[in-house]
């Protein structure tokens, strides 16, 4: 995408979210480690350890009330499920520089006031806290763990706002997970889903938001 994006709106917020967009997190990471063999990972990771039931810890749910849930449900695999958690920094890859780098700019050379609206659980963000730098930067953040609710819901985007005087019409939310971009849409806010870098900075170019 390049050129003018037909939008006449002015923006003076741009909420990110954090996975996918400017933090590398990927459980695959960890378990390549764990189960070399990649069918048997991917079984692990769609059927016992799942992305859904990691969001109940984003949710507010305990990893320990999370782990032992699963144990219960596959005895078998205790090791492996207690390793999500207990070895959780090995599923961060890094920040995603060409990201941190447009964060920078905007944080540098607009007037953007700048959020973070996040599905995290409220045990590890503090890890990421210390691990990332450019995690303090935000003007504000909103992370669901410690909300006790997550996105998609509605409820969660409405806090956002509210909490940090935000009018969702002139303001931008970025996502990797189109999932979570509809609702920000419904809502007002211009959503971006993520795909790569460069799009983003294309999108951010065309909004007038940064210079080409």
């Not at 037909?6 to 997190?25: A, C, E, H, I, K």
């Not at 764990?34 to 990771?45: G, H, M, Q, S, T």
């Not at 520089?97 to 920078?104: A, C, K, S």
Request: hydrophobic share 40%; with cysteine; net charge negative.
């Amino acid at each position: 995408m390049s050129g003018k994006i037909n939008d006449m709106r002015t923006f003076d917020v741009l909420v990110f979210d954090l996975g996918g967009v400017l933090v590398d997190w990927n459980p695959e990471y960890l378990y390549k480690d764990i189960f070399p063999n990649e069918d048997e990972r991917r079984w692990f990771l769609s059927t016992i350890c799942t992305l859904d039931w990691n969001e109940e810890q984003d949710a507010g749910r305990s990893l320990q009330e999370g782990m032992d849930h699963l144990v219960k449900k596959f005895p078998a695999h205790e090791a492996a499920i207690r390793a999500y958690y207990d070895r959780w920094k090995e599923m961060l890859g890094g920040p995603i520089h060409e990201t941190v780098e447009i964060f920078r700019e905007l944080k540098q050379q607009t007037s953007l006031r700048l959020y973070a609206l996040t599905n995290w659980s409220a045990e590890t963000f503090p890890v990421a806290l210390e691990l990332y730098e450019f995690l303090h930067w935000f003007d504000g953040r909103l992370v669901s763990g410690e909300e006790k609710i997550r996105k998609p819901s509605p409820e969660i985007y409405q806090r956002l706002a509210e909490r940090f005087g935000i009018e969702p019409s002139t303001a931008i939310y970025v996502d990797d997970n189109l999932r979570n971009v509809v609702p920000a849409r419904d809502l007002g806010f211009y959503g971006i889903h993520f795909r790569s870098p460069k799009e983003f900075r294309e999108e951010l170019v065309g909004l007038g938001v940064l210079k080409a």
